[in-house]
């Protein structure tokens, strides 16, 4: 496996295009913090955002998790760029020729699909636990290491995308189109989304909906803007209450487990079938 990641990260590396825009994501990352400094200043009325527990244990993870996925897209231009680039470049007959299998191809590129989740996950982590003990107004052990699961569905939120993001490399062979196709996608599910509701029950509809691919990675992370204190009071004094269910549950981690490995199977099935 490391002769593998060996492989496919010199590739990377040489490719100026993925490297400015690796270097750039996890830059961009670090820009969370930037969300300490913003000052609203209305009429009389004065705060800074870090000062309205943006920033407070253990609710930093929910709120970095959830912004910090919206940055994926720079990933995923660099992994769609790393499987069209073999068509292009002509390196993926040149490997089978070096003698890598057809299976060894594309294990080579879901293990960067799982680096790339990992270093990410890891990534906020560190930049969260940072934020958290200048910011937070608590400190306590016990607090500071709760609600760690969002970090799991941000992995898993990360492999699943990544995966399909691989998959249209492989189907499509061109960046922009497989991108393209993304977007598509994106249109297709909000459009199936809301004739469900249209024609189903609420219930019925939103669990349909769920199983599909890209909604079942944003139900990982749920919005953590309703579960700030500020935003409870504001609903409470106008006799409304947000009663929403922000935990992180196994079955919607095992819809997006069962896709990434649809993605990644067929993408294999795609290149054996493949005439190269």
């Known amino acids: 496996m490391k002769r593998l990641l060996q492989i496919e990260f010199i590739k990377l590396w ?3 295009a993925s490297r400015v825009l690796t270097i750039a994501y996890f830059i961009l990352l670090t820009f969370i913090a930037l969300f300490a400094t913003i000052k609203f200043d209305i009429g009389d009325v004065h705060f800074q955002l870090a000062d309205q527990g943006i920033f407070n ?3 930093i993870w929910h709120f ?11 990933l995923a231009i660099v992994i769609v760029s790393m499987m069209s680039n073999e068509y292009s470049n002509k390196t993926i007959k040149q490997n089978l020729i070096d003698g890598l299998s057809k299976k060894e191809f594309i294990l080579s590129k879901f293990l960067t699909v799982v ?11 560190v930049v969260s636990l940072i934020l958290g003990m200048i910011y937070s107004d608590y400190t306590e052990l016990s607090i500071i290491f709760s609600d760690l699961e969002y970090f799991l569905a941000f992995f898993v939120k990360l492999l699943g995308f990544f995966s399909f993001c691989l998959f249209l490399g492989m189907f499509v062979k061109r960046s922009a189109f497989a991108l393209g196709f993304l977007i598509l996608w994106q249109v297709f599910e909000g459009i199936f989304y809301g004739l469900a509701h249209w024609q189903l029950d609420s219930n019925i509809a939103n669990g349909i909906s769920r199983f599909l691919p890209l909604e079942a990675m944003s139900n990982l992370i749920k919005e953590p803007f309703s579960r700030l204190g500020a935003v409870q009071s504001v609903a409470s004094q106008v006799g409304e209450s947000i009663t929403k269910d922000y935990s992180v549950h196994w079955y919607e981690i095992l819809i997006v487990l069962v896709w990434t490995f649809i993605f990644i199977y067929l993408s294999f099935a795609l290149l054996k079938k493949r005439d190269l």
């Open 115 to 125: 680096v790339f989740s990992i270093i990410s996950t890891i990534f906020i982590f």
């Open 14 to 16: 040489n490719n100026r």
């Open 57 to 59: 244990f253990p609710y």
């Open 64 to 74: 970095n998790t959830y912004i910090a996925a919206f940055f994926k897209l720079f």
